[in-house]
C-alpha cells in the first residue's frame, strides 16, 4: 500500500485480517505512520552520516576555567533547550507536510483516524493540522480522499474553495486549462466557497465542476453509470477511455509519461477511442490504436508518432 494500491484479492485478505482482532486496526494504523516516517528520513539524503554529530573529545581545563566553562554550557545548553522547544512548536504548529508525486507514481498518505489521501500522479498537496483534524490543500493533479471510518471531517481545498466530507469517498482534481472537478463515490461532500456564499451539498455518483473563484459553483451533475469505477481506474494502474477522441487520449498520456503521444492526422486525432490501457505504456496504446484505425506509429526521439498509414 505504500506504493501502489492492493488487488481485490489482497483487499479481501486485509479485511479478513482486519476482522480476526480488533486490536489489528490500531497495529495498521501505527504501521503505515511508521512508513511515512520512513519517507521522511530519506530526506536527510545520502550525504548523512551520523557519525559527523558525535561529540569529539576535549581536552581538560583547569580548575577554575572549567567551572567557568561548566556554568557558561549550562546557560547555553538552557537557552538552546529554549530555542529548540520555541522552533519545534513553531514547526509542528505552523508548518505543513508537503508531498509529491512524480509522472507515473502513485502514492497513499494516512491522515490518521482511518482516512487517507491517495495522489494520482504528477500531484502535489500540502496537509495541515486544523483543531485536531486534517486540512488538505490540493495544489495541482489529482487525490482520491477516503475517510470512511474518520469520526471528524476531512477538508480539502481548492481553488478557493473548500470541502468538507464525513465517512465519505471522493475525487478532487486540478489540471493546467481546466476547472477544478470533484466526483463523489460514497458519502456526501459539501461545498463552500461560492460566489454568494452558498453551500452545495454533493452525494454518491455526483460531481460538480468548480469554476473560476468567485463565480457561482453550478448545478451538482449525475455520473453515468460505471463512470467513477473508469475515473478510479489509476489506481490499477489503468486508463479507462469510453469515447474520448484520440487527441484527448493523447493529453491524458501526457499526465503519467514523459513521452508524449503526437497524433499527426487532424481527422485521425477526432477518432473516439473505447478501452482499458495501462498507464505505463504509451507505446503500446500507440500501437492499439493504430492497429484499429489503420495507422503507423515511429518514434521520433524523445516522442511518439502516430500518423495515416500510405
Avoid at 483516524?113 to 490540493?138: C, F, P, Q, S, W
Wanted: net charge neutral; no cysteine; hydrophobic share 45%.
Amino acid at each position: 500500500m505504500d506504493r501502489a494500491p492492493l488487488s481485490e484479492h489482497e483487499n479481501l485478505a486485509l479485511d479478513d485480517w482486519l476482522a480476526g482482532d480488533r486490536r489489528r486496526l490500531g497495529a495498521f494504523v501505527r504501521a503505515r505512520a511508521i512508513w511515512m516516517r520512513g519517507e521522511s528520513a530519506r530526506a536527510l539524503g545520502p550525504q548523512y552520516d551520523p557519525a559527523d554529530f558525535l561529540q569529539a573529545e576535549a581536552t581538560p581545563l583547569p580548575p577554575v576555567a572549567a567551572r567557568r566553562a561548566r556554568r557558561w554550557m549550562e546557560w547555553g545548553s538552557a537557552l538552546a533547550a529554549s530555542l529548540v522547544l520555541v522552533v519545534t512548536l513553531a514547526a509542528v504548529l505552523q508548518a505543513p507536510s508537503a508531498y509529491a508525486t512524480a509522472k507515473g507514481e502513485m502514492r497513499m498518505v494516512p491522515l490518521g483516524d482511518g482516512a487517507t489521501v491517495t495522489l494520482n500522479t504528477d500531484t502535489r498537496i500540502r496537509i495541515y493540522e486544523d483543531h485536531g483534524r486534517k486540512r488538505i490543500r490540493l495544489l495541482r493533479g489529482e487525490v482520491l480522499v477516503e475517510d470512511a471510518n474518520a469520526a471528524t471531517p476531512t477538508l480539502v481545498e481548492v481553488d478557493g474553495r473548500q470541502l468538507a466530507a464525513n465517512r465519505a469517498s471522493f475525487v478532487v482534481r486540478k489540471l493546467d486549462g481546466q476547472p477544478a472537478r470533484v466526483l463523489v463515490q460514497e458519502g456526501k461532500v459539501q461545498v463552500t466557497g461560492t460566489a454568494r456564499g452558498e453551500h452545495v451539498s454533493l452525494i454518491a455518483d455526483t460531481g460538480l465542476s468548480l469554476q473560476a473563484h468567485g463565480a457561482d459553483a453550478g448545478q451538482p451533475m449525475h455520473l453515468a453509470a460505471g463512470q467513477m469505477g473508469r475515473e478510479l481506474a489509476w489506481r490499477e494502474g489503468k486508463i479507462a477511455l469510453q469515447g474520448e477522441t484520440l487527441a484527448e487520449a493523447a493529453a491524458i498520456y501526457a499526465r503519467y509519461s514523459d513521452t508524449p503521444i503526437v497524433i499527426a492526422d487532424p481527422g485521425l486525432a477526432r477518432m473516439q477511442v473505447t478501452g482499458l490501457f495501462a498507464t505505463h505504456n504509451p507505446m503500446g496504446f500507440s500501437r492499439a490504436i493504430a492497429e484499429v484505425f489503420d495507422a503507423q506509429v515511429s518514434r521520433e526521439r524523445d516522442r511518439i508518432v502516430v500518423s495515416r498509414a500510405h
